[in-house]
């Protein structure tokens, strides 16, 4: 049970850093939610603004549901017999991902970019966005799901695996509804921040990624036992 609770928090934590560590994406959320709320006919675009917000953090946490539907109907069969070979390997990964991210090489232009659709409706286009934002972010930080597919690979439980997912979609849509909810010039001064401290916010989170890492493959794993 604990060990259960541990993940959930951690798979929380990894989406709300996932935004967070994203600035090549961030400050464009905005600027998106304004344009949307500008196609909306009413004169309190604040409002609107906060409306879409919601939409959006509805789409994300709907996209992070199918997805851990998806990864534990698939894989909640094959994980039960070869967690012990998958997870010390999910764990490696994530250890070697978080000293790069230490030592600040970028992973993510690996990775091909990816842009959700602009549909006429605005809030069926910030569904969309939500939809979309996992693989948005992905291109520009990488190891926050790489924490998530990690942490999924570790348990053989289908309702512990998909409410990984599910949790990490409520930590990854947070930061979008605290951008929609609060004034544009805060928005532009909370992102002002983690574009300037983007480095530290790294390193932070690298070093507590990589405690994750010899956390389970010591302790859990006993890898080195």
């Known amino acids: 049970m604990i060990n259960a ?45 906060i409306y879409l917000g919601l939409v959006v953090t509805f789409g994300v946490i709907l996209s992070m549901f199918i997805v851990g539907l998806l990864f534990t109907a698939i894989f909640s069969a094959s994980l039960t017999n070869a967690i012990s070979i998958i997870s010390p390997i999910a764990f490696g990964i994530l250890g070697i991902i978080s000293i790069l991210l230490i030592f600040n090489i970028d992973i993510g232009r690996f990775f091909p970019k ?7 409706n605005p809030y069926l286009s910030a569904l969309i966005f939500g939809l979309f934002f996992g693989a948005i972010v992905l291109p520009c930080n990488p190891a926050a799901l790489v924490v998530l ?21 409520f930590g990854m849509a947070l930061p979008l509804l605290i951008l929609a909810i609060i004034s544009g010039a805060a928005s532009k001064q909370v992102i002002g921040f983690l574009t300037t401290y983007k480095r530290s916010i790294n390193i932070i989170a690298g070093l507590i990624m990589l405690v994750i890492s010899i956390y389970y493959l010591v302790f859990v794993f006993k890898i080195f036992g």
């Open 5 to 49: 609770l541990t993940n959930l928090g951690i798979a929380f934590l990894a989406g709300f850093f996932a935004p967070l560590g994203a600035v090549c994406v961030l400050p464009l959320y905005p600027g998106f939610l304004s344009y949307l709320a500008n196609k909306v006919s009413t004169k309190d675009s604040q409002k609107q603004i």
């Open 114 to 120: 990816a842009h959700a659709p602009v549909l006429k």
């Open 149 to 169: 597919f990690a942490l999924s690979t570790s348990v053989s439980s289908f309702i512990i695996n998909l409410l990984n997912f599910i949790f990490f979609g």
